[in-house]
């Protein structure tokens, strides 16, 4: 029995190829999806003649049937392992993303498709790159990386020089890429992200922890550590500070949807452990 955690994800476009796959695909080839007629002379595949197709043809031609090809495409995870990843009151936000590109590892698998990983914090991690393969044992191996990966000290919370490094890697290439981060950093890095990667399909994953988003339920003094910066700051929780801490976490999630908006992308929120059954209905809700 399957014990590995598993989503389903489909482009919601036809995508090109030469290697079969899962995917829909644009060209002409094996498949099971009738594309057209065409001329026997054109296409001298005897096994394909269309019998009832010729003899209705005017110019009494021999046709055959021409198909469209399944087809893989490369996956990339492009995970965020910043300092403020490592938050979480269960198991830190990269523990998530751990989980989620393990189940990436498998799902690409089984589609067919070739999978790896980037990493960055205020640089691209070379310690952390995975180059794509098909193989059963990505998922594992990325997970592995993810959850072994030792902090860096940053400058500041910014990450445009690692975001920038990425993009120059993936710019031109038709690929899907999951970018799977908290975005707890300024987002002004993230246009001329998406505007590089105009040839990919992009997937914002939003990792959240529930106790970042809901704020503490009782009243009483609290000491909160920036845990980027490291500085510490002091409050007394009350109603109207829970009422504020809601309100700016809706507001930073607007943030989020407005700028991937702009770009026709939406983004998947997750919070707390990762849940691939919701990630799978997200994919549907797209190819609907």
Request: proline share 6%; net charge positive; with cysteine.
């Given at each position: 029995?399957?014990?590995?955690?598993?989503?389903?994800?489909?482009?919601?476009?036809?995508?090109?190829?030469?290697?079969?796959?899962?995917?829909?695909?644009?060209?002409?080839?094996?498949?099971q999806?009738?594309?057209?007629?065409?001329?026997?002379?054109?296409h001298?595949?005897?096994?394909?003649?269309?019998?009832?197709?010729?003899?209705?043809?005017?110019?009494?031609?021999?046709?055959?049937?021409?198909?469209?090809?399944?087809?893989?495409?490369?996956?990339?995870?492009?995970?965020?392992?910043?300092?403020?990843?490592?938050?979480?009151?269960?198991?830190?936000?990269?523990?998530?993303?751990?989980?989620?590109?393990?189940?990436?590892?498998?799902?690409?698998?089984?589609?067919?498709?070739?999978?790896?990983?980037?990493?960055?914090?205020?640089?691209?991690?070379?310690?952390?790159?995975?180059?794509?393969?098909?193989?059963?044992?990505?998922?594992?191996?990325?997970?592995?990386?993810?959850?072994?990966?030792?902090?860096?000290?940053?400058?500041?919370?910014?990450?445009?020089?690692?975001?920038?490094?990425i993009?120059?890697?993936?710019?031109?290439?038709?690929?899907?890429?999951?970018?799977?981060?908290?975005?707890?950093?300024?987002?002004?890095a993230?246009?001329?992200?998406?505007?590089?990667?105009?040839?990919?399909?992009?997937?914002?994953?939003?990792?959240?922890?529930?106790?970042?988003?809901?704020?503490?339920?009782?009243?009483?003094?609290?000491?909160?550590?920036?845990i980027?910066?490291?500085?510490?700051?002091?409050?007394?929780?009350?109603?109207?500070?829970?009422?504020?801490?809601?309100?700016?976490?809706?507001?930073?999630?607007?943030?989020?949807?407005?700028?991937?908006?702009?770009?026709?992308?939406?983004?998947?929120?997750?919070?707390?452990?990762?849940?691939?059954?919701?990630?799978?209905?997200?994919?549907?809700?797209?190819?609907?």
């Open positions: 029995m399957n014990t590995f955690a598993e989503f389903q994800y489909r482009l919601p476009v036809r995508v090109s190829g030469a290697r079969p796959g899962g995917h829909r695909g644009s060209s002409v080839g094996i498949g999806e009738f594309a057209a007629h065409t001329r026997l002379f054109d001298p595949d005897p096994r394909r003649i269309d019998v009832r197709a010729s003899i209705r043809s005017v110019q009494r031609e021999w046709l055959v049937r021409v198909h469209r090809q399944r087809v893989a495409i490369p996956v990339h995870a492009v995970v965020d392992v910043s300092a403020s990843m490592r938050f979480g009151a269960a198991n830190t936000k990269l523990d998530v993303a751990a989980a989620f590109v393990e189940a990436l590892g498998h799902s690409a698998f089984r589609i067919g498709d070739p999978v790896g990983m980037l990493a960055f914090d205020d640089e691209a991690r070379e310690d952390l790159f995975v180059p794509t393969r098909h193989a059963r044992g990505m998922g594992p191996l990325m997970a592995e990386l993810l959850r072994d990966c030792t902090p860096r000290q940053t400058r500041a919370p910014s990450r445009e020089r690692g975001l920038r490094d993009a120059t890697r993936l710019a031109g290439r038709a690929c899907i890429v999951f970018l799977v981060s908290d975005f707890h950093w300024p987002l002004a993230l246009p001329g992200l998406l505007d590089t990667l105009t040839h990919a399909w992009i997937v914002p994953v939003v990792l959240w922890d529930r106790a970042e988003v809901e704020p503490p339920s009782h009243n009483g003094w609290m000491s909160l550590v920036d980027e910066s490291g500085e510490m700051r002091s409050m007394w929780m009350r109603d109207s500070v829970r009422e504020r801490w809601r309100s700016a976490v809706a507001e930073r999630r607007a943030q989020i949807n407005a700028l991937f908006a702009r770009h026709g992308i939406r983004p998947f929120f997750n919070q707390g452990t990762f849940e691939p059954e919701a990630l799978s209905r997200y994919f549907l809700e797209m190819t609907a």
